[in-house]
Nanobody
Framework: QVHLVESGGGLVQPGGSLRLSCAAS????????MGWFRQAPGKEREFVAA????????LSSDSVKGRFTISRDNAKNTVFLQLNNLKPEDTAVYYC?????????????????WGQGTQVTVSS
């Protein structure tokens, strides 16, 4: 069983920054890919970013590319999402997800454990 706990969300003005963290426990973190997804009110959950087991391969959605950065610290069993130049349309609940393989990719079905989510609100 894997347990994921996100933190770092909050209210921020447009153009601001946040750093989300997701602490994992329960299995050997360094063997598995991780991802971040988000869900805005009334919308489906969407892919934000993914990272492979080593941190050497990352992928971001077009909507956040150049603004958000995914990274991981395998020594601390933690994956991060740095959010810069935030926009009101980034407002959503952000979820981290654990893949049963070394790379999870963009599909939510490729992940089998999810955190409880952390709210990010971008508003002036």
């Amino acid at each position: 069983q894997v347990h994921l706990v996100e933190s770092g969300g909050g209210l921020v003005q447009p153009g601001g920054s946040l750093r989300l963290s997701c602490a994992a426990s329960g299995r050997t973190f360094s063997r598995y890919g991780m991802g971040w997804f988000r869900q805005a009110p009334g919308k489906e959950r969407e892919f934000v970013a993914a990272i492979d087991w080593s941190g050497g391969i990352t992928l971001s959605s077009d909507s956040v590319k150049g603004r958000f950065t995914i990274s991981r610290d395998n020594a601390k069993n933690t994956v991060f999402l740095q959010l810069n130049n935030l926009k009101p349309e980034d407002t959503a609940v952000y979820y981290c997800a654990w893949s049963p393989s070394a790379w999870g990719g963009v599909r939510s079905a490729s992940y089998n454990y999810w955190g409880q989510g952390t709210q990010v609100t971008v508003s002036s």
